[in-house]
C-alpha cells in the first residue's frame, strides 16, 4: 500500500510563503506524475498542479503566477511552493498519485492525509 505523506503547512500571514513538501516510501514518488490538489472552506477539492515524472508542470491558471511545483528525485520529494499567499488559500492540501496498473487501463489512486495551511489576513 502506497503512503504518501505531506508536510510544511502552516500558518503564515498574507503575502509570506510556504513550501509543502509530499513524499513516499520507495520510489514510487520518482516513477509516477504527482499532482497537488487543495480544500478550501466551502467548496470542493480543486487541483492546483501536476508534474510529470519528466519534471514538466503544469498549473490551474488562477495560481501559476504564485506556485510553483518542482520534484527532487535524489530526495524523492515532490515540493509546492507557494509564495505571495492570500487568506483565500487557506485550506487543506493533499498530495495525489495515479498510475496505471495494467494492459486494459485499470488505475489506483492514492492521496496523502493532507497538510494543513492557513493564510491570516
Known amino acids: 500500500q502506497v503512503q504518501l505523506v505531506e508536510s510544511g503547512g502552516g500558518l503564515v500571514q498574507a503575502g509570506g510563503s510556504l513550501r509543502l513538501s509530499c513524499q513516499a516510501s520507495?520510489?514510487?514518488?520518482?516513477?509516477?506524475?504527482i499532482d497537488w490538489y487543495r480544500q478550501t472552506p466551502g467548496k470542493q477539492r480543486e487541483w492546483v498542479a501536476t508534474i510529470t515524472t519528466g519534471a514538466s508542470a503544469r498549473y490551474a491558471d488562477s495560481l501559476k503566477d504564485r506556485f510553483t511545483i518542482s520534484r527532487d528525485f535524489a530526495k524523492s520529494t515532490v515540493y509546492l511552493q507557494m509564495n505571495g499567499l492570500k487568506p483565500e488559500d487557506t485550506g487543506v492540501y493533499y498530495c495525489h498519485l495515479e498510475r496505471v496498473v495494467n494492459v486494459e487501463g485499470a488505475k489506483v489512486t492514492f492521496w496523502g492525509q493532507g497538510t494543513q495551511v492557513t493564510v491570516s489576513s
Open positions: 520507495g520510489r514510487i514518488i520518482n516513477n509516477n506524475a
